[in-house]
């Protein structure tokens, strides 16, 4: 039976504070072996093609989470989270060598993988980049169409908002709320971020947070007459001077808040009275809780993406060896789009 | 023309903190004519026989008010608030002498009001004590039913914590969540409110929160298996404890921060990332957006009233004089159940 190299990213212990590249360890001291053995049924053996580096993936660092629909990394264990893979071996009866799928795996080159159709999900169109499946048409991809259609439940002309405007959720929301109708302003970290919001992305306006000493008079600059949606990816100050800001009726959809996951205490948010005086809904969702809609979102989002009316910017590094970088990098805002690692091409 | 003592209640001015009897004046200077000249159509003359103290007047003795449904009181003015008021006079050809009617009158013995059917909705039972539609009947009990029926959604089962428990709001509350079938849970801030919840108003258990250091054990303590529906009336560092302990598809309905109204700035709430590990929803409102269903609401509550399937404790003072008294104590809970000022006795 043939053995090869297996290089994984092993998670060394919980952390506090910001993720270093080193409370992880690259290691190629494993091999696998490239066949599974008969006696072994319903499992795949995956080549991992493309990894995703997501946010929420900072919470299963932390030794207790509270997230309902995953865990924490073990200390000493290979990492795990969404990515694109080549089923080489199979005796699972619904994959075939070859298959194309994307969901949960290993940070790792190879996989095997029990129980996969809990967790993977069979590529169907393959004309379109194999990685967006870990973006657009993927986890990121799921967030923002469920967030937007059924938490932000859009009216056309809706004055929109969107933080962390350029990231894997983020582009997608505001480029959904452009088609539907709305004017759309998003905020970001770099300069070089806020032009790829308004030369590529399309959105109508976007400003570089850090370069706004006051909040609140950089969304009044935007939206004069308030902000009917926010699309919530931030948390802390932001929140609070949207909320400061927010239309009567108006709705945020609470998707993430990645300036609070390194932080113990939590930022405090003052203008929650703001709720009460403006019959404001804010929501938070997991996007777990929408996965049945993902042939409706499919069928809305390839064509789109075809006839070139919606686009996706991604930050890929190449090598596993990048992987725990590269996730690291999320937290400063070092990704200009989505983060991916490529692991290997498709071949 | 016969002219009467007319004892009212001036704003002195606008305030910061917590409102003192002295930022009112009680004046036995003005008079007025209890008739109505022939050439002033559309108005009515009505005797004021209880008036309102409601926390949501704080916001109206601030300079600026974002409230949608209301404008801040006006310095050297007569204040206003909700009442029960009996018409003695009128042009206007909607209402007759003798009419028996609740809604935004002036804080006085008599009031001219113009524009009647604007704020003002005609008493159709008098089977119940007339004070009730400044409570349960009125503004309070509409906000309690829209609150927990439209806002909160309600499960049979669901378990439900109210803050403020034994106030104008709370009460009601969870006798409606205790008639749907939900396990309900109160906090207040004395043992005598306690005891009121737990003897008198039927709620399963209720605490004293100025006797508990630690809010997250006391919540622990009545959901050992968390919080499906909180119905808030206080905010503060009772809404961070709550957050804590949600169920996961927990609704918040926001319905007021008593706790808050006096501050500057309001306490930093940091719990708020539940929202999101959680999938909480958590809504504001305003009762104003719900008076379509007063005719439902009175259809369901005049009977349970009547066969006295539901309470309701009022603490009431006599004499407009003690009006500001009663409004300021509000805000420290000196009131025991549903703040009443009773001026005069329909007769």
């Known amino acids: ?25 690259v290691t190629s001291d494993t091999t696998i072996c490239l066949e599974i053995p ?12 493309y990894l995703s580096c997501d946010p929420y993936m900072r ?4 030794r207790t989470l509270e997230q309902i629909y995953t865990t924490s990394f073990i200390p000493g264990r290979v990492m795990s989270g969404y990515g694109v893979v080549k089923v080489i071996e199979t005796t699972h009866p619904d994959f075939k060598k070859g298959d194309l799928i994307w969901g949960l795996t290993n940070w790792e080159e190879y996989s095997l993988i029990t129980n996969p159709t809990k967790s993977l999900i069979k590529i169907q169109d393959t004309n379109v980049p194999l990685s967006y499946y870990t973006g657009i048409l993927g986890m990121p991809g799921m967030t923002a169409y469920a967030g937007f259609y059924e938490i932000c439940k859009p009216k056309k002309g809706d004055k929109v908002f969107v933080s962390a405007a350029s990231g894997a959720v983020g582009q997608i929301v505001g480029q959904l709320a452009k088609l539907f109708g709305c004017y759309v302003v998003g905020s970001a970290g ?5 032009d790829l919001l308004k030369n590529k992305i399309g ?18 600059r935007y939206f004069p007459d308030s902000i009917d949606i926010y699309f919530e ?4 100050k932001m929140l609070d001077a949207v909320l400061y800001n927010m239309s009567v009726h108006g709705r945020i959809a609470v998707c993430g808040m990645v300036s609070q996951y390194n932080l113990n205490p939590y930022d405090g948010i003052q203008n929650l009275i703001y709720l009460i005086l403006k019959c404001i809904r804010m929501e938070g969702f997991l996007v777990t809780d929408y996965y049945h809609l993902y042939p409706e979102f499919l069928a809305t989002m390839l064509p789109l993406i075809q006839q070139g009316k919606i686009t996706y ?16 990098g999320l937290f400063s805002g070092k990704n200009v789009g989505k983060q991916v690692v490529l692991i290997a091409r498709d071949n």
Chains 1, 2 share one sequence.
């Open 203 to 220: 959105f109508d306006e976007a400003f570089n947070y850090k370069e706004e000493p006051d909040l609140d008079a950089a969304l009044k």
């Open 1 to 25: 039976m043939e053995e090869v190299k297996n290089t994984r990213v092993m998670f060394k212990d919980y952390i506090q504070g910001y993720p270093k590249v080193s409370d992880m360890v």
């Open 313 to 328: 910017v991604e930050d890929t590094v190449e090598g596993i060896e990048n992987a725990p970088a590269a996730l690291v």
């Open 233 to 236: 990816n931030v948390g802390g």
């Open 38 to 49: 008969d006696n072994i049924v319903d499992q795949i053996l995956t080549k991992n093609l």
């Open 59 to 62: 919470g299963r660092m932390n």
């Open 190 to 194: 770099s300069n070089e971020k806020v």
